[in-house]
C-alpha cells in the first residue's frame, strides 16, 4: 500500500470523521493560523504596495537622477544642471522606459496670516506627470491650478495648521543656492487628502514658481525621475545610467543607498566643485521608511514561526493519542499483512489531510478578512500613517502568498506526523492487538 | 528786502532736498562703519527677547566675541539652561553652529537666523556696508523728531549677503542709523529694525570712540507676529585670550 492508494485516503478520511470533534479542533486551531498568516502577509503586501506607489509617484522615481552642485567646497545645493541632455540620455539608453520627469527640490518656510511651517517643496509640471492625479486625492480645488507660476498643492493637514482654504494666498521665504533671502507669493490652488509621512511636510508648487523662488536657469532641475515599465528592473537600470552618464563625461558620486537630504554633511565635507550625479532608486529614497516594512516582516515572520510550533504541538499531541486510540487497530491491520510503511503512509496522509483542509479553510477565511478589513477604510493610528505613506489600512495578500500559507502549513504539519507514524509503526501486532485503554 | 528774505526762506523749506552724490553716500557709509569698527577685541554681553505668535516669549543670554582685525566672530549662549554652551563661530568664509547636547559642529550660512531668534550674524558682526553696498539716494524724511537721510543700497556683485537690498535712515546730526529695512530677491520687505538707543565707548586699540547700538528692535515683514529685542548690556574692549576663537575653546565651554 503507497501513499498513492486510494484506500489509504479513505482510512484517512474517515479517521478524521470518526474522531470529528478532536479533528474540527484542530483543523479549527490550523484555519485560523493559516487565515493570520494570509492577514499578516496581506499587510505586508498592502504596505509595500501603497508605500512604491505613493512614494514613486510623489517623492522618487523608479529611479532617480540627481546630484549636488557646489559652487565652493563647503556649500552645496541639490541641483542637477544640464538636466535636458541628462534626460536626452535617460530616453536613449533606458531600456523599457515608461516615462521621465523633472522635479525641483526646496525647503522653505511656508507662512499664512495666521501661521507658518517649514515644509518641503517639489517643483512638477503637472501636465506631464502622468502619475500624479492617481496617487493624490483632492479634497478642493483642482490640479488645472498648478499651471500657474503661483499654484501651490498642500494637504488637509497643512490647510488646517495654516487656516487656509483653495484661493487664499501664502508665501514661501526661502534662501537661494547663493544664501540670498528670497520670497514668492502662491495661491492654494488644490487641497488633498493627506499621505502619511508626506501630508506633514512636503507640498507641490509648480515649477517655474519654483524656479523663480531658488533662481534657477532654465538647465537646472532638483531631479530627474525615471519610471520603468518593469520595477524588477530596476537595479539594472540604476547600473546602466550609472554607465551611461559616466561614458558621456559626466561625473558621479560614489553609490550611497540614502535619501538625498541624508547626503548633506558627507557631501559638505569633500573637497570637490562642480557637478556630481547621484543615481539612486526608490528603495534608497524611502530607505527612512524601509526599516518599518523590515519590522513588519520579522515581526510577522516571528508571529508564523511561534503559531506553527505551537500547532505542531498540537497536532503531534492529537497524534499520539490517535495513536493510542486506534493501537488494536494497528495491532489487526498489522496482523493481516499491512507493512510498516504503510502505517507510516496512513498517518501521515491523516496529518496532511487535516492540514490540507485546515489551510484550504483558512486562506478563505485570510482573504476574506483581508477584503472586509480594506473595504472598511480602517484608518490607521498616526504614528503608522507617517511611515506607511497611507491613511488607511490595505490588505492585499497575493495569490503567491495564498499558495505558500497552503504548502508551508500543511507541509509542517505532515512533517510533525512523521514522529507518531513512526512510533505507531514500531507496534507489534501481538502486543498491540492486546492492548486495552 | 524783508519781503525778499521771507519769500527766500519759503522757497527754500519748499524745495526738495538736495540729493546726496554718490561719493558722499559713500563716505557716509563708510564713517557708519568705520564708527562701529574697534580693530581690537570686543566682548559683549547680550539679551534676546524672542516673541513668536502663539508661543511664551524667550529670553537669551549670549556673549558676543570679535577680533575685528582678524575678521573673527564668536556667539556663546549662556542662558537659558537649556540654550548654555550653544554657539556660532565664524572660522574664514563659514559659520558654524555648536550644540553641546550631541556635541556636533553644524556649517550655516548669512541667512541662518542666530538661535531662533530673528538675528543674523551680520547683526553681531562689524559693519561693512560701505564695501559690501552700492548706495543710492532716496530722500530726506523725519522719522520722529530725528531729521533722516534715506538711503538705498544693493549688493555688488560677488558678496554673499542675506538680503541683496536694504534701506537706511541715517540721523543727519550724529550719522547714526535709527531704521533699516532689509528686503528679500524677490524686493518683498523681510525685516525692519530700529535702532532706538546709541552708546559710545572710547577704545585703546583704536584710539578713537567706538559707536554700538545699545538696543536694536528687530520685526519680520514676512512673518508679522514674529519679533526680536536685543539688548547689549555691557560692552568690553579688552583684550580677549589669543587662542579662544576655535573649535575646541567653544566646546571646552560646555564640559
Known sequence: ?437 | MTRLLVLSVLVGAALPARAMDKPEMVKLLAEIDDRQRNGGDYKALVYLEQKEKDKADVVREVLVYRRDADDKLMLLFSKPKSEEGKGVLRLDKNLWTYDPGTGKWDRTTERERIGGTNTRRADFDESRLAEEFEPSFVGEEKLGKFETVVMELKVKEGFDVAYPVLKLWVDKSNHNILKRQEFALSGKLARTSYYPKWQKLFSESKKAELWFPGEIRIFDEIEKSNSTLVLFKTVDLTALDQNMFTKAWLESKSR
Open chain 1, 1 to 437: 500500500m503507497t501513499i498513492f492508494d486510494p484506500i489509504l485516503w479513505l482510512i484517512a478520511f474517515r479517521s478524521l470523521v470518526q474522531h470529528r470533534v478532536r479533528s474540527l479542533l484542530l483543523g479549527a486551531a490550523i484555519m485560523v493560523v493559516t487565515a493570520l498568516l494570509v492577514c499578516l502577509a496581506g499587510i505586508y503586501v498592502g504596505t509595500k504596495t501603497t508605500l512604491l506607489v505613493s512614494a514613486t509617484t510623489l517623492m522618487s522615481g523608479h529611479v532617480n537622477v540627481a546630484g549636488f552642485y557646489k559652487s565652493t567646497a563647503s556649500s552645496s545645493a541639490p541641483v542637477v544642471t544640464q538636466y535636458k541632455k541628462l534626460r536626452e540620455i535617460v530616453q536613449r539608453d533606458v531600456k523599457g522606459l515608461d516615462y521621465v520627469v523633472q522635479r525641483g527640490r526646496g525647503w522653505a518656510k511656508l507662512i499664512s496670516d495666521t501661521g507658518s511651517m517649514q515644509v518641503g517643496i517639489a517643483g512638477i509640471d503637472v501636465a506631464n506627470e502622468p502619475g500624479f492625479l492617481k496617487v493624490v486625492n483632492l479634497k478642493s480645488g483642482t490640479l488645472e491650478g498648478l499651471k500657474r507660476a503661483d499654484g501651490l498643492l498642500i494637504f488637509e493637514e497643512q490647510a488646517k495648521k495654516l487656516d487656509v482654504k483653495v484661493g487664499d494666498k501664502l508665501t514661501f521665504a526661502a534662501p537661494t543656492f547663493k544664501g540670498t533671502n528670497n520670497t514668492i507669493d502662491v495661491t492654494v490652488v488644490a487641497i488633498a487628502a493627506n499621505i502619511g509621512m508626506l501630508s506633514s511636510w512636503n507640498t507641490f508648487m509648480n515649477d517655474d514658481g519654483l524656479r523663480q523662488l531658488y533662481q534657477l536657469n532654465e538647465e537646472t532641475t532638483g531631479a530627474l525621475q525615471v519610471y520603468v515599465k518593469d520595477v524588477a528592473t530596476v537595479r539594472q537600470v540604476q547600473e546602466q545610467l550609472r554607465k551611461s552618464f559616466a561614458a558621456e563625461g559626466f561625473e558621479l558620486m560614489d553609490n550611497d543607498p540614502r535619501p538625498f537630504w541624508a547626503k548633506f554633511d558627507g557631501v559638505n565635507r569633500e573637497s570637490w566643485t562642480g557637478q556630481k550625479l547621484d543615481v539612486t532608486n526608490w528603495e534608497d529614497e524611502t530607505s527612512f521608511v524601509q526599516w518599518f516594512v523590515t519590522i513588519l516582516t520579522v515581526a510577522a515572520t516571528t508571529v508564523i514561526f511561534v503559531l506553527t510550533i505551537i500547532i505542531g504541538v498540537g497536532i503531534m499531541n492529537v497524534m499520539w493519542i490517535s495513536i493510542r486510540e486506534r493501537t488494536r487497530e494497528i495491532g489487526t491491520l498489522r496482523a493481516v499483512g499491512m507493512q510498516r510503511r504503510s502505517v507510516i503512509a496512513m498517518f501521515l496522509t491523516e496529518g496532511f489531510l487535516l492540514g490540507l483542509l485546515g489551510t484550504s479553510a483558512g486562506v478563505l477565511l485570510g482573504v476574506l478578512i483581508s477584503t472586509l478589513l480594506t473595504g472598511a477604510h480602517v484608518v490607521l493610528p498616526k504614528g503608522a500613517q507617517l511611515v506607511l505613506m497611507s491613511e488607511q489600512l490595505v490588505v492585499t495578500p497575493t495569490a503567491g502568498w495564498l499558495v505558500f500559507a497552503v504548502l508551508f502549513i500543511t507541509g509542517t504539519i505532515t512533517l510533525i506526523s512523521l514522529i507518531p507514524s513512526f512510533l505507531a509503526a514500531r507496534l507489534k501486532p501481538v502486543s498491540a492487538m492486546s492492548h486495552v485503554g
